[in-house]
């Protein structure tokens, strides 16, 4: 099982991106990215199960992320706008059979990450 997480770059502040996740191998049931600045603690940024109903977010990224899958390409996607320099990070795509969306031991399978670098 494989998870390739792709899209990350250098944004300007107020700008968006657009990021995806691929999954080989298997579908799993929950899906999510959490991400990790230098120096702090991994956070959960959003998940989803999967039939795609209540998406869940972390409090950083409500209002201005917005996470969906195609499970017919057994992809998790990531549209992030109105990025902030504290959204700077490597994003992690994680993938697994947990019930509770927001910590990370419902997920077995973590991706290589992607950073993303806004700039102010």
């Known amino acids: 099982v494989q998870l390739q997480a792709s899209g990350g770059g250098l944004v300007q502040a107020g700008g968006s991106l657009r990021l995806s996740c691929t999954a080989s191998?298997?579908?799993?049931?929950?899906m999510g990215w959490f991400r990790q600045a230098p120096g702090k603690e991994r956070e959960f940024v959003a998940a989803?199960?999967?039939?795609?109903?209540?998406?869940y977010y972390g409090d950083s990224a409500k209002g201005r992320f917005t996470i969906s899958r195609d499970n017919a390409k057994n992809t998790l996607y990531l549209q992030m706008n109105n990025l902030k320099p504290e959204d700077t990070a490597v994003y992690y795509c994680a993938a697994g059979a947990g019930d509770i969306l927001n910590v990370d031991t419902s997920y077995d399978n973590w991706g290589q990450g992607t950073q993303v670098t806004v700039s102010s």
């Open positions: 989803i199960r999967w039939s795609g109903d209540s998406p």
């Open positions: 191998g298997r579908t799993f049931y929950t």
